[in-house]
């Protein structure tokens, strides 16, 4: 179901662009995850390359893994050969047994809540990770309703393709990483304005001062779950 979700008709909100608005999932996610040029990263769940060839321009060692083919041969056309990024196409929940422990840190972006297995996949990403190594995903706040509202007005957008937004809860997501040996768990969440807004130069101040408004941080739009292999 997913591979047809995402191997129909192109869709543009997961086109590579090198906006701000992306540079800032970036950003916040290689800072939270304490990322440099040194490691070894996978980016599980990388699609078209919307933020892998982000993650490559910043000098990380990154390669990409993804359910399906399509998406991959297209993030290849993206990336021109700048980077010769290596990529892995399988099921995160049943990975190569050639990636093994291969790496200091594995990542993804909007990728947990289209995994059909939560605990299956955090088992499997823990044995790719190097022990002592860094997990980290970004994804939705499901307490954010404009999700729901972008579902439901976005062409090429469906329930049956997103609902996994719902279980993006700490309680749902730390059980998951804790029965897989994941230690140290942490969340931050960021964000607020929708990317027309974001990506206004001027607009990114007060996005920083209302993220810090109290009562705006349960809702804040952006979450990125982390912890270290055990």
Known sequence: ???RYYE?????HMLPTGSPYLRR?????????GLGPSQRILEVGCGMGRYTLLLAE????????????????RLRTFDGGRFDIPLHAAD???????LAGRFDAVVGF?????????GRSFAAIAGLVRPGGSIAFLEPNPLNPLYYVQILITPRMTWRGDAGIVRMRRAVVFRAMEE????????????FFPPFLANLAR?????????????????????????ERG
């Open 92 to 98: 995160i929940a049943f990975p190569p047994t050639t």
């Open 8 to 12: 129909g008709r192109e869709k543009r």
């Open 1 to 3: 179901m997913q591979r």
């Open 25 to 33: 999932h970036v950003d916040e996610l290689v800072r939270f995850a």
């Open 203 to 227: 607009a990114r101040p007060l996005e920083h001062r209302v993220e810090r408004v109290l009562p705006l941080r349960p809702i804040l739009p952006f979450q990125i779950f982390g912890g």
């Open 180 to 191: 897989a040996g994941i230690r140290r768990l942490s969340r931050v969440r960021f964000g």
């Open 110 to 118: 909007f990728t947990l809540h289209h995994l059909h297995d939560l």
């Open 58 to 73: 910043r000098g990380l060692q990154v390669e990409g893994l993804d359910l399906s083919p399509v998406l991959l041969e």
